[in-house]
């Protein structure tokens, strides 16, 4: 059985996942507005991954007996000057989900809740790989700066991102 610590925990990391993946549709919509049609999937992308970290965070919820309590989501920003600008606001937010990954993990032991703590490596592993992908990214942007044929090369390759559903998801059904 949850805490109402873990529980209201686990119910505060379902928002932010909704809230990361509304904030990376904003950015799939902005840049689709500019005819950035790769950048756009990217983020398009994203915004599954965030809802599909969501539906793991219910589905747990529901294993252990919890309730899920879906609350409003907060406003994202709707315009990124420059796909770097985008990245850039990407990094700060993969951080501060990583920085909210570790206080659940923080939370769990406190708790001794080992299976809440287990289920979480997974989401620690991941913010690892989320950070990385926001830096390489962020080292092509610079690299290439304004030069027009760089953008667009980049562009290509965002366009050829697919998404794939976390094995973990899989895994619950």
Not at 59 to 86: D, F, H, K
Not at 94 to 103: A, G, P
Not at 125 to 149: A, H, P, T
Not at 157 to 171: C, F, G, H, V
Request: charged share 25%; glycine share 4%; net charge negative.
């Amino acid at each position: 059985m949850l805490s109402p610590k873990i529980q209201d925990a686990l119910n505060a990391q379902i928002n932010a996942e909704f809230w990361s993946a509304y904030l990376y549709l904003s950015m799939a919509m902005n840049f689709e507005a500019q005819g950035r049609a790769g950048v756009a999937n990217w983020f398009r992308i994203q915004f599954q991954e965030e809802q599909a970290h969501a539906e793991i965070f219910i589905n747990y919820l529901n294993q252990r007996g919890g309730r899920v309590l879906l609350a409003p989501i907060a406003a994202v920003e709707t315009e990124w000057e420059s796909p770097l600008a985008a990245f850039e606001a990407t990094l700060v937010h993969e951080q501060k989900v990583t920085s909210l990954i570790n206080n659940l993990f923080a939370l769990a032991e406190e708790e001794k809740d080992y299976a809440t703590r287990d289920r979480l490596a997974w989401f620690v592993s991941e913010q690892v790989e989320e950070e990385d992908n926001c830096r390489q990214l962020i080292d092509k942007f610079r690299l290439v700066g304004d030069n027009g044929m760089g953008q667009y090369m980049l562009d290509q390759e965002l366009a050829s991102r697919t998404y794939t559903a976390p094995s973990i998801l899989n895994s619950e059904e």
